[in-house]
């Protein structure tokens, strides 16, 4: 009922009891949602097509920039094709078992039916590539290596995947001095103005190297140094 609850536990110094605060904040955006690549895409027959068909449009740049335009420009190609040819997956699958169920019991009441027997082996064909695209997004989703197909419509697995995106969220920190920030807002700045204090700094560690303390030691001639770029010899 409460997906967004955080609780933080904590110790107090004038009791032997520690306490315990729930937060019941309210589900917020988290803005863009980051690009995630899932396997069962390149089972589907139109996937090659669709990748190549803008992997091969000409681009302005050289190198891995390149590399780097193309793939920019792959991502919303491919979240449309999740989007309207792959679709709900979830769906997707019901909806081929239950054409699958239906086939076969129209089979059984009349077996010397063409139609019947047609429909049964499309209805199994496309269950068959449903359910191998619906594994295999549950095995990405939840990671879990010992999932089988039919285990994959327990409750257990559907709490396993909510709770494995529960645990990847960041909804909280405590201060120095002990104060709960679990505002989405501050939470953000925070972790943004600490990774701006480290990455993109320039290092003092060390200095430019002054090429006249390199006379003051040990000199190769030039004999020795045609030595060491002189080529192999068996």
């Not at 690009?35 to 681009?59: C, I």
């Not at 104060?179 to 972790?191: C, L, S, T, W």
């Not at 204090?197 to 003092?204: A, C, D, F, M």
Request: glycine share 4%; aromatic share 12%.
């Amino acid at each position: 009922m409460f997906p967004d609850s955080v609780a933080v536990v904590n110790w107090d110094i004038f009791s032997d009891h520690c306490f315990c605060i729930i937060m019941t904040s309210i589900e917020v955006n988290s803005g863009v949602k980051p690009f995630r690549y899932f396997n069962m895409w390149a089972d589907h027959e139109g996937f090659k097509a669709t990748v190549l068909q803008s992997w091969t449009k000409p681009v302005e740049a050289q190198g891995l920039g390149r590399i780097m335009v193309k793939l920019r420009r792959l991502r919303p190609v491919l979240r449309h094709f999740n989007k309207h040819v792959i679709g709900n997956i979830d769906h997707k699958f019901q909806v081929a078992k239950d054409r699958y169920n239906l086939a076969q019991l129209q089979l059984q009441q009349d077996l010397q039916s063409t139609v019947f027997q047609v429909e049964e082996q499309n209805a199994l064909s496309n269950l068959v590539q449903t359910s191998r695209l619906y594994d295999s997004f549950l095995r990405q989703r939840s990671k879990v290596n010992w999932l089988r197909l039919g285990d994959d419509n327990t409750s257990f697995f559907h709490a396993y995947l909510k709770k494995c995106k529960e645990v990847n969220r960041i909804t909280s920190f405590v201060i120095e001095n002990g104060q709960i920030i679990d505002k989405y807002e501050e939470v953000v700045d925070h972790f943004l103005s600490h990774f701006r204090s480290v990455l993109g700094s320039q290092s003092k560690a060390s200095g430019a190297i002054h090429k006249e303390c390199f006379r003051h030691g040990n000199i190769l001639s030039l004999e020795q140094q045609l030595d060491l770029i002189r080529p192999f010899t068996k």
